[in-house]
């Protein structure tokens, strides 16, 4: 499995219903920190797939789920467990701090 790229549509499926605990990346195109937390994530992605699904949102595309988690700045990272969200983290981080937050959060 790959980093999923989720909709308004498909949220409910790729991240509240998921088995797994899902990270999600809360980002825009226009968004200079997002551009630089995209390599972070497919740079972690292989460490962490086997215990955290990982899912990108597009709040300009998906307008409705970056609302309903109140989004206010990006990215804006959360993570999910049994469709709840149980932490959040806004602004860019390095991989290890990145990977050790993942890791605390699940």
Same mark, same amino acid.
């Given at each position: 499995?790959?980093?999923?790229? @989720?909709?308004?549509?498909?949220?409910?499926?790729?991240? $509240?219903?998921?088995?797994?605990?899902?990270?999600?990346?809360? /980002?825009?195109?226009?968004? !200079?920190?997002?551009?630089? $937390?995209?390599?972070? *994530?497919?740079?972690?992605? +292989?460490?962490?797939?086997?215990?955290?699904?990982?899912?990108?949102?597009?709040?300009? @595309?998906? +307008? @409705?789920?970056?609302?309903?988690?109140?989004?206010?700045?990006?990215?804006? *990272?959360?993570?999910?467990?049994? !469709?709840?969200?149980?932490?959040?983290?806004? !602004? $860019? $981080? +390095?991989?290890?701090?990145?990977?050790? /937050?993942?890791? !605390? @959060?699940?």
């Amino acid at each position: 499995m790959s980093i999923i790229h @989720a909709t308004d549509a498909s949220f409910k499926r790729d991240v $509240l219903e998921s088995d797994l605990p899902v990270l999600v990346d809360f /980002w825009a195109s226009w968004c !200079g920190p997002c551009k630089m $937390l995209s390599p972070i *994530l497919d740079d972690l992605y +292989p460490e962490i797939k086997d215990k955290v699904r990982v899912v990108k949102v597009d709040v300009d @595309a998906n +307008p @409705a789920t970056a609302s309903a988690y109140n989004v206010r700045t990006i990215p804006t *990272l959360m993570i999910f467990h049994k !469709g709840q969200m149980v932490d959040t983290k806004m !602004g $860019l $981080l +390095p991989k290890p701090k990145l990977k050790e /937050w993942v890791e !605390g @959060a699940v």
